[in-house]
């Protein structure tokens, strides 16, 4: 079993910036890959960033790209989303994802297998 927990989240005004951060721990000796999702009132969850365990690589959303910084810790177990430039556009719950394995499509929420609970993110006009 793993458990991920997000943190970080909260009210901020445009233009600023926060981190979220969302912690492994459990089973988690298999982690191919971890990664954010989205969630907007009334809207499908969509894909953020993700970033492979082992070596790194990352990938963005467009709609994020330029603005945010997927990162990693291997020692703590734990990911990092730094959001810069935030828009109200952003306002949604972010959801930690784990996958275990690597799928067709990292950005597809059913190629990961461990949620986190999620985080509130608001931003102001």
């Known amino acids: 079993q793993v458990q991920l927990v997000e943190s970080g989240g909260g009210l901020v005004q445009h233009g600023n910036s926060l981190r979220l951060s969302c912690a492994a721990s459990?089973?988690?000796?298999?982690?191919?890959?971890m990664g954010w999702f989205r969630q907007a009132p009334g809207k499908a969850r969509e894909f953020v960033a993700r970033i492979t365990w082992s070596d790194g690589i990352t990938a963005y959303a467009g709609s994020v790209k330029g603005r945010f910084t997927i990162s990693r810790d291997s020692v703590k177990n734990t990911v990092y989303l730094q959001m810069n430039s935030l828009q109200p556009d952003d306002t949604a719950v972010y959801y930690c994802?784990?996958?275990?394995?690597?799928?067709?499509?990292?950005?597809?929420?059913?190629?990961?297998?461990?949620w986190g609970q999620g985080t509130q993110v608001t931003v102001s006009s």
């Open positions: 459990g089973r988690t000796f298999s982690k191919y890959a």
């Open positions: 994802a784990l996958a275990s394995y690597r799928s067709l499509d990292p950005s597809s929420p059913s190629g990961y297998n461990a």
